[in-house]
């Protein structure tokens, strides 16, 4: 495992918001009562190969609807956040545990629930209707604020893991916001896309036990003292609970 790539599993581990963020900073504003909280970071912008290496799912298809925002309890002490689920509705799979027709969750984390309001300057919220390539990641273990659901996040920062629709382009294409990346056409690049890797997301479980054995080696050579792994370990272990949503 590389440095880049094991720093993006600790940074995806321990923080969780809904991508790698290399470079978080986050303001808390008390408002007339409103509290607001704003995030602003910049991701990992991955290479094509590792977006298709550490993505689940990669489909074709249209954002149609949100659940609208809801707060998001993560059991680890950490401040309550705000999250929206869009729905996207499948018409091409490439790669994934999905079919055509299906309409999965993707989760953001921002919006406004009751009197907290997150504003999120590193993901934007996709309008309805668009039509997008998404790189979607699963993370089914107890940790942050993942809850007990069956849901998707983006595998990057929104910027890089959503491709939109280019209505102007001849031939179907799809266009990312992140600076320099080449545009996607559909047909003469789909199975391309695929043949770039390989590799599979690596399995959580897997993934749980990697961060278990270097919280434990961070101990024994004395960056974590007896509190802080303690912590760490309770929060990723097997009986950890999942985080609780509250509508």
Same mark, same amino acid.
Do not use: H, M, W
């Given at each position: 495992m590389t440095a880049k790539k094991k720093l993006g599993l600790s940074a995806g581990i321990t923080v969780l918001l809904v991508s790698v963020i290399s470079v978080l900073v986050i303001q808390i504003v008390q408002l007339s009562g409103l509290q607001i909280i704003s995030l602003r970071g910049c991701g990992y912008d991955y290479p094509m190969d590792e977006l298709v290496a550490e993505s689940h799912l990669i489909a074709r298809g249209k954002f149609v609807g949100d659940s609208g925002a809801f707060i998001v309890e993560p059991t680890n002490g950490a401040d309550s956040s705000v999250f929206t689920d869009y729905y996207f509705q499948i018409t091409d799979v490439l790669r994934g545990d999905a079919d055509v027709?299906?309409?999965?969750?993707? #989760? %953001?984390?921002? *919006? #406004? +629930?009751?009197? %907290? $309001?997150? /504003?999120? $300057? =590193?993901? @934007?919220?996709?309008?309805? *209707?668009?039509?997008?390539?998404? @790189? %979607? &990641? +699963?993370?089914?273990?107890?940790? *942050? $604020?993942?809850?007990?659901?069956? =849901? =998707?996040?983006?595998?990057?920062?929104?910027? #890089?893991? @959503?491709? @939109? %629709?280019?209505?102007?382009?001849? +031939?179907?294409? =799809? /266009? &990312?916001d992140t600076y320099g990346i080449e545009p996607i056409v559909w047909e003469d690049e789909k199975e391309s896309i695929l043949a770039l890797s390989d590799d599979m997301p690596m399995n959580m479980s897997v993934l749980r036990e990697g961060k278990l054995e270097e919280l434990e080696s961070d101990f024994k050579n004395g960056k974590l003292t007896a509190a802080q792994y303690s912590k760490s370990v309770s929060e990723i272990s097997g009986n950890s609970k999942y985080a609780k949503r509250i509508d």
């Open positions: 027709g299906d309409t999965v969750s993707v #989760r %953001l984390q921002g *919006g #406004r +629930k009751d009197n %907290l $309001y997150v /504003k999120n $300057y =590193y993901d @934007f919220a996709p309008a309805q *209707g668009s039509e997008a390539i998404v @790189f %979607l &990641c +699963k993370v089914t273990i107890p940790v *942050g $604020y993942i809850t007990n659901e069956d =849901y =998707y996040l983006p595998t990057g920062t929104t910027t #890089r893991s @959503f491709y @939109f %629709l280019d209505s102007s382009a001849n +031939k179907p294409t =799809y /266009k &990312c």
